[in-house]
């Protein structure tokens, strides 16, 4: 016998095999089966509350409901496409177990704020998650900031050596990048966090629904203000996978420079053997697989992104079937994010650090060049002769394989007669760095300032968290 649709009652024909299979999302969606019993709970004390049930009616329905639920965490969903979603499933489980007093259960509600709600309930709780993973990858980077805070490496631009700056100063970078992510989600959460049901299909319920009393039950701050807009509205997933995006794509900055430092030609990190792997060929390699794949899940995310705005872009009010695909885009974001952040913090807090590879790096490469300019000008000559000058010791260093150091005084003030006695223990590393005194400079005095500032916030973050 086939199972009629709760929706056949205008149709002649069953459903097509080949349409359940093309249609249904229970393959995926079956994961918000706990949010829609809970939003189930809530709407049924909200048809007590309007006079639709009886208290007795209304507590046999949260009892099926709650054994639904219990059953659904025993044994799964079967994937079964007739059942179209995870509504319907769990709303057919309902009746079975209690008989037709389940169906009184969809009074005044449609599948379409149904939806809207369990997504909203979801990445309510996905968003604190991810906010506490964030907070580990930054402790991760503190921990390795504070465990080396006089190490000095060459600070890059277009991937040329530049400038010394320390280790701590470029951990602290990405402690800043990260907590920008944690403040989107957060500030994402806002919108999220706003109750659409009781908006029924698109025009509101005939039914006297309280919302406010079915917020206060969700633990929603806030109600949709008009019908249309809630049950059409996929803003707030938008904003969770932008958040999701910018955050997979500083996980994947993070992960080029990994990658770059474990090799032999930079050699500035040790990855650990229990997060890297090796090669089926050749026994000598230590393969950075971990912050690769990091890295090539970012575009995964950032596609997660595209894929559900252009399903959005052309879509007149309100619900349409394309929305069915904000759920697939929307987890697989999550998952991809989650199982990211969780990998890179144990990798962090394991790497080797090699300050010796660093600071040779950085005592070659002519990484005093602009210090040496800053020289002259504080002796009085004009930066842009000054830069011309530098500009000139630079390219006969580059001739001869000499560090700006190696000249002799006499070689310098062949260049210019401004070059005193003190330039040598101007252009030591360590005073080149702490001359950066500027706030949110490379100085030592500052980043030891700056890590206890992010120290604290971070403390703060996860208190409130």
């Not at 999302?25 to 949010?35: P, T």
């Not at 970078?173 to 999220?192: Q, S």
């Not at 009393?213 to 969700?218: F, G, P, R, T």
Request: proline fraction near 4%.
């Amino acid at each position: 016998m086939v199972e009629k649709k709760p929706w056949s009652g205008r149709f002649e024909a069953p459903t097509d095999r080949r349409v359940e299979d093309f249609t249904a999302s229970l393959a995926f969606d079956r994961r918000l089966a706990r949010y829609d019993i809970e939003g189930s709970i809530a709407w049924a004390r909200g048809l007590q509350k309007a006079g639709v049930l009886t208290p007795e009616e209304t507590e046999k329905i949260v009892r099926g409901l709650e054994e639904v639920g219990r059953e659904i965490e025993r044994e799964g969903v079967p994937d079964d496409p007739s059942f179209e979603d995870i509504h319907m499933y769990v709303e057919r489980r309902l009746i079975e177990r209690i008989g037709t007093l389940g169906g009184k259960l969809h009074t005044g509600r449609s599948r379409n704020d149904q939806v809207a709600l369990d997504l909203r309930l979801y990445l309510r709780a996905e968003i604190g998650a991810l906010r506490r993973l964030l907070h580990g990858v930054q402790e991760a980077l503190l921990t390795l900031a504070e465990a080396h805070p006089e190490a000095i490496l060459p600070g890059y631009t277009h991937l040329q050596r530049a400038q010394p700056i320390l280790f701590a100063h470029h951990c602290l970078a990405y402690v800043e990048m990260f907590e920008r992510d944690a403040a989107r989600l957060t500030d994402c959460l806002g919108r999220v966090d706003v109750l659409p049901l009781g908006s029924g299909a698109l025009a509101g319920t005939t039914f006297a629904v309280d919302r406010e009393y079915l917020a206060h039950l969700l633990n929603f701050p806030a109600v949709s203000r008009n019908s249309l807009d809630a049950v059409a509205d996929r803003d707030f997933a938008l904003e969770f996978l932008a958040a999701a995006a910018v955050t997979m794509v500083h996980v994947s900055r993070l992960a080029e420079e990994i990658t770059l430092w474990a090799s032999s030609e930079f050699g500035f990190v040790e990855l650990p053997d229990a997060f890297a792997t090796g090669s089926s060929m050749m026994p000598q390699k230590k393969n950075p697989d971990v912050a690769e794949l990091a890295r090539g899940k970012a575009g995964r995310v950032v596609g997660d992104l595209v894929a559900l705005l252009v399903a959005l872009k052309g879509l007149p009010l309100a619900y349409n079937r394309d929305m069915q695909e904000d759920k697939e885009r929307v987890f697989d974001a999550a998952d991809t994010l989650a199982a990211t952040l969780a990998v890179l913090a144990p990798l962090l807090t394991g790497m080797q650090v090699r300050t010796d590879r660093m600071r040779a790096a950085a005592e070659e490469g002519l990484l005093d060049a602009t210090d040496l300019a800053d020289y002259l000008v504080a002796k009085g000559l004009p930066f842009r002769q000054a830069h011309e000058v530098v500009g000139q010791i630079a390219k006969r260093c580059l001739a001869e394989k000499k560090r700006i150091a190696e000249l002799p005084l006499e070689a310098l003030r062949a260049f210019s007669p401004y070059f005193g006695e003190d330039v040598h223990s101007f252009l030591r590393l360590e005073a080149c760095v702490d001359r950066r005194l500027s706030p949110g400079g490379t100085a030592r005095a500052r980043v030891r300032e700056a890590l206890a500032e992010a120290r604290a916030r971070l403390r703060a973050a996860r208190k409130g968290a």
